[in-house]
């Protein structure tokens, strides 16, 4: 760490200066008095060469279908809101308060007001300004990350948020629904005898011990939330907790199964934006289901679509009659077993592969990240009886959970995959059982309490309705 100074940090995120500290309270409350939405979508596909998945798999070397960035905003509530959901593997650190600041600019709010999440399909850019930095000191490594490109997706998600606000329609209604999806998600660690990950069953297995196993813990429900403008439903937000890869690491750029999914209900019902987001699906995966043939991508897209539509068979729109925001600033400490001078070494290493140098990266701009006290804001979209928990990185579905068994009476949907910086945020009881997940945690058990007390606070400030 000695370094890296503030001035270093600055530079190659901005961040600090940029994030306003928050507590933990409810931003505003606002009656459906002049409440209105809009809606925006972008492309935002890699350009052939790019670095997919933080460069430790093939680059883009074809396009299947393109990527999209899409989003909502709602005016009339306070400060506009904005939820977008990303065709992206993550976004990191910096690299996630730069999509912020650019939304927030565009319609004329604060960074803290807006949600960014990645959908976390493979074959997709994994963005991290902090890391390319560091990486850029040494100059024979090849980038993770074009910086023109991202600013250029960044610039034109932005420009089509403004549009949105200008041809922002009555907000009047919110319906909820949900459905079961049929033979998808398992969870990835298989616990031996010892009570240890004595496998791990990831997105795509041909392994039939792996096939043959229960699915273990998961959240079988897709969720749906939209949102309507008189009898028209303008915007359907879809909620499910699984890694979206039925195959990937070919250099051949794609939505995957989940993005697939809702592209195909988009076509089927356009006057309505489709968003998905992908929920605390760090130990979820669909390798019970799915042996990686191409074959099975087709057959995973059909099985999510039939559940986004059962989901919203369910809608039943109700008047709104309270919309609040809630925020929550949360500090999840680095396990102390990372060092960062050995981090350095390993990255400044040329014996070492490129892998093996970007993935250090990774670990060491978290740390540089925790060191200068920027936090991970935490935030929630509370409308009636209904909870849009917004989480950072690659949550354990057991924090979904939690949050819905913690709130009875209340329909609480959750994305993760926001700020991707501490990579994947176990449980404190996954950490003694090991497993792939754990090895690449920046954070140690800790994380449980910190996070979980952030979401708790969030659930807490959600707006009474009345006779409640």
């Not at 919309?323 to 999840?332: E, F, H, P, S």
Request: proline letters at 7%; glycine letters at 8%.
């Amino acid at each position: 760490m000695a370094n890296w100074t503030r001035r270093d940090w600055l530079a190659s995120v901005s961040a600090a200066a940029a994030l306003r500290p928050f507590a933990a309270r409810g931003e505003d409350e606002a009656p459906n008095q002049g409440l209105r939405i809009g809606t925006f979508r972008t492309d935002v596909t890699p350009p052939l060469g790019h670095a997919l998945c933080g460069g430790w798999i093939p680059a883009a070397g074809v396009i299947d279908d393109p990527l999209e960035a899409i989003g909502l905003v709602i005016l009339g509530a306070g400060q506009p809101i904005v939820l977008c959901a990303v065709d992206w593997t993550g976004l990191l650190n910096g690299a996630q308060s730069a999509w912020q600041r650019g939304l927030a600019e565009a319609v004329g709010t604060d960074p803290s007001r807006v949600a960014v999440h990645c959908v976390h399909q493979h074959n997709a850019p994994f963005a991290c300004l902090d890391s390319q930095a560091i990486i850029e000191r040494t100059t024979e490594l090849p980038p993770m990350l074009d910086l023109a490109f991202f600013e250029a997706a960044v610039s034109a998600t932005a420009r089509v948020a403004s549009e949105a606000v200008r041809t922002a329609r009555p907000l009047t209604h919110i319906a909820s629904g949900q459905a079961p999806v049929d033979r998808v998600a398992g969870n990835r660690r298989m616990l031996g005898a010892d009570g240890r990950v004595k496998s791990m069953r990831g997105s795509a297995s041909k392994d039939p011990e792996h096939h043959a196993a229960p699915e273990g813990l998961i959240d079988p429900f897709l969720k749906t939330v939209a949102f309507y403008s008189g009898e028209e439903r303008i915007a359907a937000c879809h909620y499910y907790a699984c890694h979206p890869m039925s195959y990937y690491g070919d250099g051949r750029v794609s939505a995957d199964f989940c993005g697939l999914a809702r592209r195909q209900r988009q076509t089927e019902d356009p006057g309505c934006t489709h968003l998905y987001f992908n929920g605390c699906g760090g130990n979820i995966g669909a390798g019970k289901y799915n042996d990686g043939s191409h074959a099975m991508r087709p057959i995973l897209t059909s099985r999510i679509h039939d559940a986004l539509v059962a989901s919203e068979a369910a809608l039943r729109p109700e008047p709104l009659d309270s919309v609040g925001w809630t925020t929550a600033d949360v500090r999840l400490p680095p396990d102390p077993k990372w060092d960062a001078a050995a981090l350095a070494a390993q990255i400044a290493d040329p014996a070492r592969s490129a892998v093996d140098r970007y993935r250090p990266a990774y670990t060491l701009a978290y740390l540089n990240r925790f060191a200068a006290d920027v936090p991970i804001t935490l935030s929630a979209l509370h409308v009636n009886s209904l909870s849009l928990l917004h989480l950072p990185a690659e949550c354990f579905a057991e924090y979904q959970l939690r949050a819905q068994s913690a709130s009875p009476g209340r329909f609480v949907a959750c994305a993760a995959y926001g700020d991707g910086g501490p990579w994947y945020i176990p449980t404190r009881a996954a950490f003694p059982q090991g497993g792939y997940e754990v090895s690449v945690s920046w954070c140690g058990p800790e994380v449980d309490d910190a996070l979980w007390t952030g979401m708790a606070r969030l659930l807490a400030e959600a707006p009474r309705l009345p006779g409640a």
